[in-house]
């Protein structure tokens, strides 16, 4: 058994040497370059970027240990929000503190989010321009096969047990069929997990928490204050009706219930800013999606995408500046909490491996999101093959009904070439979304 301690700093005793392994001390000036290298380099999504990480910090760098880094990405699966730029931002803490968090964790997002910014300016003034449409055209069979492709991905680690094959099955038909909100069916799959799971003798690895609880209570508030106060005044200066507060409030909300990853966090939002309010269509949202699939940074950047047109499109005059302040209101209630999180539990991480109720909630959890994410895959095959979907109800259940006389043949060329290309030959994703937006233009202007 070994025993570790964590000072009142949140630091590892037995530090990075508990696996007899040990790094040369660097400066944070140092470390800042290294982990802006990483952030430009994090393209393909979280499990590409949490892959560039490993091979950087523990593999090259030796910052930590293999049992760190799965001890901290096992914790960042369990809160809600990016797993791969929390587990950057846990790295930076560990080796510098909060400085050192803060910096990873802005190095990690500010450059894709500048990139998507600029991308959904251009997108909301020229949009309807048929060449920027058909590359979109071409886009949105892509993403289809990407969300698939996850969607096989996080199957394969999340359904071992049958009855987390049942608790994806559940979730479906509840949001499917009966549009259950997500965090209801969240809460209570890892409900049904924390108490399903036994409790063991002693964990293999005795872990002794020194950080006294009251640091642990002023670092939640100071973050609470840091990301609800800035909410509460906009929202009390520009009026409660206000876009720009309704965003705030929405991703906050997104926030705090979007467990299981980025792709949960579609399923959830691209339903309820589509259907519940009328911000962007279900095409844009999936145009959204593509462009965050091409940039580096986390995939969840698209919540940038979502806030700047939602504004753009609610405001007639000067909407430019509506959308910026909409894409930076997005980022704020997106990312900031995911520093609240990391702060906070951070000296708890190891102990918190060390727990088999938490463990057997997060593996109910994912289950539950592997049903979420195939119902986000059922919603987007429809919007994508068929020109017109309406959607019936029966009784407590809804029907998405497509009209079959609309089914769009070259929509299904399109994704069955990005299947092949993707999950046959294991092409990147940004070559599959340039190949299909090509062959999208090539269809566009052939003289049929």
């Known amino acids: 058994m070994t025993d570790h301690s964590l000072d009142g700093a949140g630091n590892n005793s037995s530090s990075i040497a508990s696996d007899d392994t040990l790094y040369d001390p660097i400066t944070l000036w140092e470390a800042i370059k290294i982990w802006f290298q990483i952030g430009i380099l994090s393209f393909g999504g979280p499990t590409a970027q949490i892959a560039l990480m490993h091979r950087v ?37 560990r080796l ?75 979730s479906l038909v509840a949001i499917f069929f009966f549009a259950l909100p997500f965090p209801l069916i969240v809460f209570l799959a890892g409900l049904y997990g924390f108490l399903r799971s036994k409790k063991s003798g002693l964990p293999e690895d005795l872990v002794h928490i020194t950080v006294k609880p009251q640091a642990t209570v002023r670092t939640v508030l100071l973050w609470l204050a840091i990301w609800l106060l800035p909410l509460i005044l906009l929202s009390s200066y520009l009026g409660e009706g206000a876009i720009l507060g309704q965003i705030g409030w929405f991703f906050s909300k997104l926030a705090v219930v979007t467990f299981g990853g980025a792709y949960a966090v579609l399923a959830y939002m ?30 969840i950047l698209v919540t940038e995408f979502v806030g700047y047109l939602a504004a753009y499109q609610q405001v007639e005059s000067l909407s430019w500046l509506a959308g910026l302040g909409g894409a930076l209101v997005a980022l704020w209630a997106t990312f900031a909490p995911c520093f609240l999180w990391i702060f906070a539990g951070a000296p708890y991480i190891e102990w918190i491996g060390s727990q088999p109720r938490l463990k057997g909630a997060l593996s109910a959890i994912i289950a539950a999101v592997v049903g979420v994410i195939l119902n986000l895959s ?68 052939a003289p049929l």
């Open 57 to 93: 910090i523990v593999d090259e760098k030796k910052w930590l240990t293999e049992s760190q880094f799965l001890n901290a990405l096992s914790f960042c699966m369990l809160l809600p929000g990016p797993e791969a730029m929390q587990l950057a931002t846990y790295a930076g803490w």
């Open 96 to 170: 510098h503190g909060v400085a050192g968090g803060l910096a990873t964790g802005l190095l990690f997002v500010l450059p894709g989010a500048f990139v998507v910014l600029a991308m959904a300016a251009i997108y909301a003034a020229f949009g309807s321009v048929p060449f920027v449409e058909a590359l979109f055209f071409g886009i949105k069979a892509a993403v289809l096969i990407i969300v698939l492709e996850a969607l096989l991905r996080i199957s394969r680690k999340a359904l071992k047990h049958t009855e987390h094959w049942i608790i994806a099955g559940i």
């Open 270 to 299: 691209g339903q309820d800013v589509v259907q519940n309010h009328g911000w962007l269509t279900a095409g844009q949202m999936m145009d959204g999606l593509g462009l965050a699939e091409t940039t580096p940074g986390p995939l």
């Open 378 to 445: 059922l919603w987007f095959a429809l919007h994508v093959f068929f020109a017109e979907v309406s959607l019936e109800k029966i009784g407590p259940i809804q029907l998405w009904m497509p009209d079959l006389a609309t089914l769009d043949i070259y929509a299904v060329a399109l994704a069955f070439i990005s299947g092949l290309l993707l999950l046959r030959l294991h092409w990147s994703i940004p070559k599959v979304l340039v190949v299909s937006s090509i062959l999208a233009l090539a269809i566009s202007y």
